[in-house]
Structures are given as structure tokens and as C-alpha cells.
Nanobody, 120 residues
Framework: QVQLVESGGGLVRPGGSLRLSCAAS????????MAWYRQAPGLQRELVAG???????NYADSVKGRFTISRDNAKNTVSLQMNSLKPEDTAVYYC??????????????WGQGTQVTVSS
């Protein structure tokens, strides 16, 4: 089983920075992809940033140039550095791990989420 635990959320002023961390435990494999999603009140959960097992990254257009996802495979952690934060970044942020199955597609694991609030 895989367990994901997020940390680092909080209240920050517009233009400020925040760093989220996700610690993964369990049977993690190198091919697992990891990502950060977020869900604002009343809205659907959306992909913020992702990183493959090989280190390739992708970002939502709304956060490009401001957010950076990084992964430490040795420690089984993934982080999200958020700079130039905007009020619209306010959401619950979730850590995600996507595992490729042998012949049935993928399996997703989720953390419990951490609240990020950007407000003056």
C-alpha cells in the first residue's frame, strides 16, 4: 500500500511564496509518476504540476513560470515551490501518485490534502 502525506500549506499574502512537500511511503517504484492537484471551493480538482519517474515535468498554464515541482526519488518525496502566489491559487492541494499496472492501466493514490490560502 502507498501512503502520501502533504505538508507546508498555510496562509500567505498575494505575491508571497510557499513550499509544499509530500512524503510517500510504502512500495514505491521508480516508474511511479507524481503530481500535485488542487481543488478550490465549489470547483473540480485540477492538475497543477506533474513529474514522471524519469524526471519530466508538466504544469498547468495558470502556474507556469511561478510554480516548480521537484522530486527526490531517494527520499520518495515530491515538492511544489509556489512563488508569486495569487488569490486564485487558494485551494486544497493534494499529492498524487500514479502507478502503471501490468495490464490494467493505472492506479492513483492520494494524500489527504493541505490548505493553501492566498489573501491580503
Amino acid at each position: 500500500q502507498v501512503q502520501l502525506v502533504e505538508s507546508g500549506g498555510g496562509l500567505v499574502r498575494p505575491g508571497g511564496s510557499l513550499r509544499l512537500s509530500c512524503a510517500a511511503s510504502g512500495s514505491i517504484v521508480s516508474s511511479d509518476a507524481m503530481a500535485w492537484y488542487r481543488q478550490a471551493p465549489g470547483l473540480q480538482r485540477e492538475l497543477v504540476a506533474g513529474v514522471t519517474g524519469g524526471g519530466s515535468t508538466n504544469y498547468a498554464d495558470s502556474v507556469k513560470g511561478r510554480f516548480t515541482i521537484s522530486r527526490d526519488n531517494a527520499k520518495n518525496t515530491v515538492s511544489l515551490q509556489m512563488n508569486s502566489l495569487k488569490p486564485e491559487d487558494t485551494a486544497v492541494y493534494y499529492c498524487n501518485l500514479k502507478r502503471l499496472l501490468s495490464n490494467l492501466g493505472t492506479r492513483n493514490y492520494w494524500g489527504q490534502g493541505t490548505q493553501v490560502t492566498v489573501s491580503s
